[in-house]
C-alpha cells in the first residue's frame, strides 16, 4: 500500500523549500496539487517531473476516489498553493480516507504562515488559537470574534486584502484596542509587519492601500492574573530597564501596557512618578 506524504512549501520564498520535500515529490508517483499552475512554478524551480493532478476545494470529494487509487498502487504527495496542506487549505478529506483505507500519512513539514506570524509578532507564543479564514460576512465575522473574546491566548488569523479593513473595524468593535501584528505577504519581496494596537493598525491601513494576503495576531484576553502578576514594583524595575536603553517614555508605557494588561494611564502614573524622583527607578526623558 502506498504512503500519502502531506508535504509542506513555500508561502513565498522559493529557497524555503527542504531538500526533503524536493526529494518526496521527485519519488512518489503522483502529486495532488490545489494549484497546478504554482506547483509548475515549484517544479520547475527544482526540476520535478512527477504527474500532478488537481485537488482543490471544488473538486476534492469527485478527485478522492482517484487519487486512493493512485494510493493503492504507489506513493502520493499532497501540496497546497502554498504552506502545510489540510490548514485552511484542502486535504482533511483525502487524509481522513487514506487513514481509514490503512495508508500511512507522513508530514513533511514547511512554512506555514499562521505560525510564521505568531513568532514574529511578539505577542506571546506559549498558548493560541488559529481561527483560519474570518467569514466573509460581517455578521459572521462578528460572531465568531464574540466567541472567542475571553480566550486568553493570542488569536491568529487569515484575512484577504479588500477585507482587511473591515476586519480591523470588527476586532476593535468586539475585542477592544488589544496589540495587535498585521503581517503581509509574509517571505516574499514586500513582507511587512505592522505592530501597534488595533486602531492603530486601523489608521495605518486606511493610509496604505494592503497589497498581498495577510495574517493577523492579536493579543488575548487581559486576565486579571496577567496584572495581577505585575506589581507596581515590577511594573517600575521594567520601566527602568527600558529607559535606561533610551527607549522614550512614552513607548516604554505604550509596550508595558501591551504586555501587562494593565490600563495605559496606571502605567503612564508610574512612569511619571519615577521621573518626579518618588520611586528608586531610573528617571525618563522628559522629551517625548
Do not use: C
Not at 12 to 20: A, C, I, P
Amino acid at each position: 500500500m502506498g504512503t500519502l506524504y502531506v508535504v509542506g512549501t513555500p508561502i513565498g520564498n522559493l529557497e524555503d523549500m527542504t531538500f526533503r520535500a524536493v526529494r518526496v515529490l521527485r519519488e512518489v508517483s503522483l502529486v495532488a496539487a490545489e494549484d497546478t499552475r504554482s506547483a509548475q512554478v515549484l517544479f520547475a524551480r527544482f526540476d520535478i517531473h512527477t504527474p500532478v493532478t488537481s485537488y482543490f476545494e471544488h473538486n476534492k470529494l469527485t478527485k478522492l476516489g482517484r487519487i486512493l487509487d493512485a494510493l493503492a498502487k504507489g506513493d502520493v504527495a499532497l501540496i497546497s498553493e502554498a504552506g502545510m496542506p489540510g490548514l485552511s487549505d484542502p486535504g482533511y478529506e483525502l487524509i481522513r480516507s487514506a487513514l481509514a483505507e490503512g495508508h500511512a500519512v507522513v508530514p513533511v513539514p514547511g512554512p506555514v504562515a499562521a505560525v510564521t506570524a505568531l513568532v514574529v509578532s511578539g505577542l506571546p507564543t506559549d498558548r493560541f488559537l488559529f481561527l483560519g479564514f474570518l467569514p466573509r460576512r460581517q455578521a459572521e465575522r462578528q460572531r465568531l470574534l464574540k466567541t472567542v473574546a475571553a480566550e486568553p491566548g493570542t488569536l491568529v488569523a487569515y484575512e484577504s486584502p479588500h477585507r482587511l479593513r473591515q476586519a480591523l473595524a470588527d476586532i476593535a468593535h468586539v475585542l477592544g484596542d488589544r496589540p495587535i501584528a498585521v503581517a503581509e505577504e509574509l517571505t516574499k519581496r514586500f513582507e511587512s509587519v505592522f505592530r501597534g494596537t488595533v486602531s492603530e493598525a486601523i489608521a495605518h491601513f486606511e493610509a496604505e492601500r494592503p497589497r498581498g494576503e495577510f495574517t493577523l495576531v492579536v493579543g488575548g484576553a487581559p486576565g486579571e492574573d496577567v496584572a495581577q502578576s505585575w506589581p507596581d514594583e515590577r511594573v517600575e524595575t521594567a520601566l527602568a530597564t527600558l529607559l535606561g536603553e533610551g527607549i522614550s517614555r512614552a513607548t516604554a508605557v505604550r509596550a508595558l501596557s501591551r504586555l501587562t494588561g494593565r490600563p495605559h494611564r496606571e502605567i503612564y502614573r508610574l512612569a511619571l512618578n519615577m521621573a518626579s524622583g518618588g520611586s528608586d527607578g531610573h528617571p525618563g526623558p522628559e522629551g517625548e
